[in-house]
T-cell receptor, first 113, second 111 residues
């Protein structure tokens, strides 16, 4: 597609359930990034991939969060045993390489009840 | 840990004015700096990217400058228009830390 695509656009889940968020980067972009924006707060970096590998996972908020990327394309961010504090907009971005302009998707709004 | 501060937090000006948004960062060891705009309910749109070796970048009515040694950047918007109303975010890139964002300047251009 022409831009970064994220799905679902909205997700409402119950506390304790697992959720999976998907990101389709711009074709040919080798770098992919995940961010989180809680209500009223700034954007928070979670993790990035160069190709299929993530050099540093220390930005993930807890061990309930995991991310993977396959085929240098689609990435999924999985949150296990969701908590109310996980409620946020999760944004994905991609770029031609690390350090290049990052293009963002419209985000997934996650609400944990 | 890198911290990015944006001043002012909010700004409201009449249409046609030139304006300056400020961004400062605590660690000058950055790879690059990006300015974005964020519209309500939408994702981020990249406006300008300045590499650490550059001093400024221009795109249309926008000009961004970077003084890496002092940890400062400014975004200059010329002849502002109502369509410029948005939240403007400054972010610095440090390779293993991803982009570190400021909290943004909420800009309103009054018609």
């Amino acid at each position: 597609g022409a831009g970064v695509s994220q799905s679902p656009s909205n997700k409402v889940t119950e506390k304790g359930k697992d959720v999976e968020l998907r990101c389709d980067p711009i074709s040919g972009h080798t770098a992919l990034y995940w961010y989180r924006q809680r209500l009223g707060q700034g954007l928070e970096f979670l993790i990035y991939f160069q190709g299929n590998s993530a050099p540093d996972k220390s930005g993930l908020p807890s061990d309930r969060f995991s991310a993977e990327r396959t085929g240098e394309s689609v990435s999924t961010l999985t949150i296990q045993r969701t908590q109310q504090e996980d409620s946020a907009v999760y944004l994905c971005a991609s770029s031609l390489g690390t350090g290049n302009i990052q293009y963002f998707g419209a985000g997934t709004r996650l609400s944990v009840l | 840990k890198q911290e990015v501060t944006q001043i002012p937090a909010a700004l409201s000006v009449p249409e046609g004015e030139n304006l300056v948004l400020n961004c400062s960062f605590t660690d000058s060891a950055i790879y690059n700096l990006q300015w974005f705009r964020q519209d309500p309910g939408k994702g981020l749109t990249s406006l300008l990217l300045i590499q650490s070796s550059q001093r400024e970048q221009t795109s249309g009515r926008l000009n961004a400058s970077l003084d890496k040694s002092s940890g400062r950047s400014t975004l200059y918007i010329a002849a502002s228009q109502p369509g410029d109303s948005a939240t403007y975010l400054c972010a610095v890139w440090v390779i293993v830390d991803g982009l570190t964002f400021g909290k943004g300047t909420h800009l309103i251009i009054q018609p």
